[in-house]
C-alpha cells in the first residue's frame, strides 16, 4: 500500500479528466476549442427523444416469383442453344411452364432443364412441363428479400440525416424501424414504402397498339401506362407497346443525383450506371438509334424519348416535373436500390417529444433518488471507507457517460434501467473489498496488512461476478432487439466502469491517505 504504481495514478487521472471532457457536452456548451472526438454528447433513443415507430411487411412471396421469372431467361437460353422450339414459356408464383412444339422433345428438354434448374422439381403434365421451386431455396429466398429490404430502408435513411435509427428484423418476413427525432411520418413512410423498381425497355415501333389495347399483343410484347394526368379534365394514362424484354434495370445504378433539366429549366434525377450498365447502355443507345425506349418507375412509364445519337457516358435522365422534394426522395431510392418486393406499413406510432421529455426527467430521477440513497447507506455503514466508495461512485458515473458519448451509444429509457443497475454493481465490489477487511481486521491483522489483504482476496470475486455478467451483457446485445440491446449497452459499459472504479481508484484513494502514515491504529470501516 506504500508504494502505489506511480503509472496506475496517472492512468486515474488522465482517465478523469477525459472523462470530465467527453461527459461534458450532455449538460452544457463545450467551446469551439474543445476536442471533436469529445465533443458529442449521447443519442437519445426514440422512447426519449420522440420520433417515428414503424413496422413494415415484406412480400416475401413476391420476391419468390420475380426470382422465378427471372429464370424464364435461364429456361430460353438453354431451349435456344439446343434448337429446341417453345409455344409457351411462362411462370405464375412458384412454377415456370414450358410447352414445347414438339413433343418428343418434350424427354430431352426436361433432361436439359433439370441440370439448368437444380434447385426445382420437374414434373410432366400434359404436353407442359412444370418446373416447382423447391421449399428450401423459397425459404432461403424470403429470407435474404427481408435482409436485402432492410439494408435498403437503412440506406434510405441514413440519407434523411437521422442519428442512430434502429432497422432490426421482427419475425419471418417484417422489419421494425425507429427513426428518432424525426416527426414526419408521411415522408418516412413514403420514402420507405417505394419499390423503386427502374426499368429501361423498348417501346415497339412496329406492333399496333391499338389492336394491342383490344387484346391481340404481339408475342414478346407488353403494355404498360404511363403516369396519371388530367386532359380535357379528365384523368387519363397513355398507354405504350413494349419489348417485354428488360435491356437495362436499377441494379446496374452506381448514382442517383438531383439536377435541373436545361431544355424545361425542371428539376430532374441523372443517373450513373456502374461500368456493366455503362456498357450495356452504350450498347442499346448504339444499335436503336431513332427508336424509343421507355423509362419505366415503379410500374408506370415515366417518359420515352428517341434514341438520338449513341450515349456513351453511362448517364440518363428522368424527368416528370418534380418538385425538389420529390427529386431528392426519388434520387434517394435510387441510389439506395430497389427493394427485392413491395412492402406495406402495418404498424405506425408517432411519439411527441414531449412525453420523451417526461420520460426522460423520470429517469433521471429514478437515478438520483437510487444514487442518492446508495450514497447515504455507504457513508453510513462504512463510514469513512464509505466516503471513498461514493468519491469512486460518482467517477464511475462520470466515466460511464463519457464512454457512452465518445462511442455513440444510444441512451434509451431501458439503459437507465441498466444505469440505475450499474449504481448497485459499483457499490457491490466495494462491499466484497471492504467486508473481506473487516474480515482481517477480525482475526488480529494490522490495518494495513488487512487493506493489502482485503483487496487482494476480493480481486478475483470481483473479476469472476464481473466478467459473467458482462458475458450475459454481450449475448443481450447480440440477440436482443432495441429495447434488450440499449439495456445491454449500458449495463455492458457500467460493468467495465465500475471494475475500474472499484478496483483502482478506491485503492489509488486509500494508498494516498495511508501513504505517509507507518502505523494506523484503527481504521474507519
Known amino acids: 500500500m506504500h508504494a502505489y504504481p506511480r503509472w496506475k495514478a496517472w492512468l486515474i487521472l488522465i482517465t478523469l479528466v477525459v472523462s470530465v471532457m467527453a461527459a461534458a457536452p450532455n449538460i452544457m456548451t463545450v467551446p469551439s476549442w474543445w476536442p471533436s ?157 417505394r419499390t423503386a423498381i427502374l426499368e429501361f425497355k423498348l417501346v415497339d415501333e412496329k406492333g399496333d397498339l391499338d389492336k394491342a389495347l383490344q387484346g391481340d399483343i404481339p408475342p414478346g410484347d407488353i403494355i404498360v401506362y404511363g403516369k396519371e394526368e388530367m386532359r380535357n379534365g379528365k384523368s387519363f394514362k397513355q398507354p405504350y407497346l413494349l419489348k417485354k424484354r428488360t435491356e437495362l434495370s436499377g441494379s446496374l445504378i452506381a448514382d442517383a443525383r438531383v439536377s435541373i433539366d436545361s431544355r424545361y429549366n425542371e428539376y430532374a434525377v441523372t443517373l450513373k450506371f456502374n461500368s456493366k450498365g455503362a456498357r450495356i447502355f452504350d450498347k442499346l443507345t448504339k444499335h436503336h438509334v431513332g427508336e424509343r425506349f421507355a423509362i419505366i418507375l415503379e410500374g408506370a412509364v415515366n417518359s420515352a424519348p428517341v434514341i438520338r445519337e449513341r450515349i456513351s457516358g453511362g448517364t440518363a435522365q428522368i424527368t416528370g416535373s418534380f418538385s425538389p422534394e420529390e427529386a431528392r426522395n426519388l434520387a434517394i431510392v435510387l441510389r439506395a436500390g430497389a427493394l427485392p418486393a413491395p412492402v406495406k406499413i402495418v404498424e405506425e406510432r408517432s411519439i411527441g417529444p414531449s412525453l420523451g421529455q417526461d420520460s426522460i426527467d423520470q429517469g433521471f430521477e ?18 469513512l471507507f464509505g466516503l471513498v466508495a461514493n468519491i469512486a461512485l460518482v467517477f464511475n458515473m462520470v466515466l460511464l457517460v463519457a464512454i457512452m458519448s465518445m462511442i455513440g451509444a444510444t441512451l434509451t429509457l431501458p439503459g437507465m434501467a441498466g444505469i440505475v443497475l450499474t449504481i448497485g454493481m459499483a457499490v457491490d465490489a466495494n462491499v466484497l473489498i471492504f467486508e473481506r477487511i473487516r474480515e482481517e481486521l477480525r482475526i488480529g491483522k494490522t490495518p494495513l496488512a488487512a487493506i493489502d489483504s482485503g483487496y487482494g482476496k476480493a480481486f478475483l470475486t470481483i473479476v469472476d461476478a464481473n466478467i459473467t455478467t458482462l458475458i450475459a451483457a454481450i449475448v443481450l446485445f447480440q440477440f436482443g432487439t432495441g429495447p434488450v440491446k440499449g439495456f445491454a449497452v449500458t449495463l455492458s459499459v457500467g460493468i467495465i466502469a465500475s471494475m475500474f472504479t472499484a478496483i483502482m481508484v478506491t485503492r489509488a484513494i486509500i494508498a494516498y491517505f495511508t501513504a505517509k502514515r507507518d502505523r494506523i491504529e484503527k481504521l474507519s470501516i
Open 37 to 193: 472526438s469529445l465533443s458529442k454528447p449521447m443519442n437519445l433513443g426514440l422512447d426519449l427523444k420522440g420520433g417515428i415507430h414503424l413496422v413494415v411487411d415484406v412480400d416475401v412471396n413476391v420476391a419468390v416469383a420475380t426470382h422465378v421469372e427471372e429464370e424464364i431467361s435461364t429456361v430460353r437460353g438453354v431451349l435456344r442453344s439446343n434448337k429446341i422450339r417453345y409455344s409457351k414459356l411462362d411462370a405464375k408464383g412458384g412454377t415456370i411452364f414450358v410447352s414445347l412444339k414438339n413433343i418428343d422433345e418434350l424427354s430431352h428438354a426436361e433432361d436439359l432443364l433439370k441440370d439448368a434448374l437444380p434447385k426445382y422439381t420437374a414434373s410432366l403434365k400434359g404436353d407442359t412441363l412444370h418446373f416447382v421451386i423447391t421449399d428450401a431455396e423459397a425459404k432461403e429466398i424470403k429470407h435474404n428479400a427481408v435482409k436485402q429490404s432492410i439494408e435498403v430502408i437503412r440506406h434510405r435513411i441514413d440519407a434523411l440525416g437521422t442519428t442512430d435509427p434502429v432497422i432490426i428484423r421482427q419475425g419471418d418476413r417484417r422489419i421494425l424501424v425507429q427513426i428518432p427525432g424525426f416527426d414526419d411520418s408521411a415522408a418516412a413512410k413514403a420514402l420507405i414504402g
Open 366 to 383: 429514478s437515478i438520483i433518488i437510487g444514487s442518492i440513497l446508495v450514497l447515504i447507506f455507504m457513508m453510513v455503514y462504512y463510514r
